[in-house]
């Protein structure tokens, strides 16, 4: 498999996105366009980027092998969008095997396809599912939010709540506490419990994620 781009690895993160010590590998390459995207880098050319495959990546963050077992902890995949690179994540879980858990920080909007591979290889889903208003969704991502609510339906289907947490941000001068309301509703009502509420901050007048 090619060496894929890479827009940065961070690791020693605690109780951030995953169980135990995790380290996170962000992809580069994203199907959507957030206005307040902290994350610019994966929308730019993937030129000077640091370039893996599935063998390099496992090599590179085996240096915290300990610390993935004794914590239950391993690699979460971000970006960027991970599910792009369903392929290296599934030769990725070929390589660590059990011993590491592996997490996937998404915002589902990839053919349903991905998803299906992916369920069978990635231990925990943090979903960003943004909002549940298409108008709303649209005009924030540039995206269809019915490709993304189709994909948590099928995800949920496939690996059960307990391994998904999805998360949805109050976002200044897009949406309001009331559409949060009815997106973590809408969310409950399909059975999920792990519905992770936030506010992004302003900061000089530019409002900026968490
Ligand atoms: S889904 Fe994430 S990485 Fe993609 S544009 Fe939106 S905030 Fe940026």
Redesign the pocket.
Known sequence: MEAVPFIGIDRHRLGIDGVGVTTLAAFHG?????K?????R??ESPDGLPRYTPQQLYDFVGVDNLYFIATGGGVCF????PLLRVDFIAEFKRLCGKSWNLTAE??L?VPQQAVEQAAEVVGDFIV?I?ESNPDIYRAY?G?DAAVAWRNLERLLALVGHDHVTVRVPLIPDINTEADTDRTAQRLSDMGFTRIDRFSYRKIENQPS?P
Do not use: F, S
């Open positions: 994203c199907p959507l366009r957030c307040y995207c902290l994350n610019h994966c929308l971000g970006g960027g969008e998404t915002a909007q960003d943004k991502t995206g994620q």
